[in-house]
């Protein structure tokens, strides 16, 4: 079956860096879109960041361009989000995800056939 399972989070200072990463099985990894989301409390979930296949396309939302690099490395079926110059606002529960299309805002999440467990991401000011 497909699973999805983040990891790399945790507590931060603002300014601080975080990685990110996301283990993928029970598919065939190089063959998809894969994209991250994030959820802060009391908020709608939100697109974060998206990879083609190859990893040679990718789409970052604007609130965090040029600050994450989303990448991957489909020899270890693990897609990774580089999170650098942290901000408060950063804070919230960051999700990977498998997409049947191409993701490039929040209306791509209709495309997303599977979700990971999400993990905790929190900067503290």
């Known amino acids: 079956q497909v699973q999805l399972v983040e990891s790399g989070g945790g507590l931060v200072q603002a300014g601080g860096s975080l990685r990110l990463s996301c283990a993928a099985s029970g598919f065939t990894f190089s063959s998809y879109t894969m994209a991250w989301f994030r959820q802060a409390p009391g908020k709608e979930r939100e697109f974060v960041a998206t990879i083609n296949w190859s990893g040679r396309d990718t789409y970052h939302a604007d609130s965090v361009k040029d600050r994450f690099t989303i990448s991957r490395d489909n020899a270890k079926n693990t897609i990774y989000l580089q999170m650098n110059s942290l901000k408060p606002e950063d804070t919230a529960v960051y999700y990977c995800?498998?997409?049947?299309?191409?993701?490039?805002?929040?209306?791509?999440?209709?495309?997303?056939?599977?979700w990971g467990q999400g993990i905790q991401v929190t900067v503290s000011s």
């Open positions: 995800a498998r997409s049947r299309g191409p993701v490039t805002s929040n209306a791509g999440q209709m495309f997303i056939d599977y």
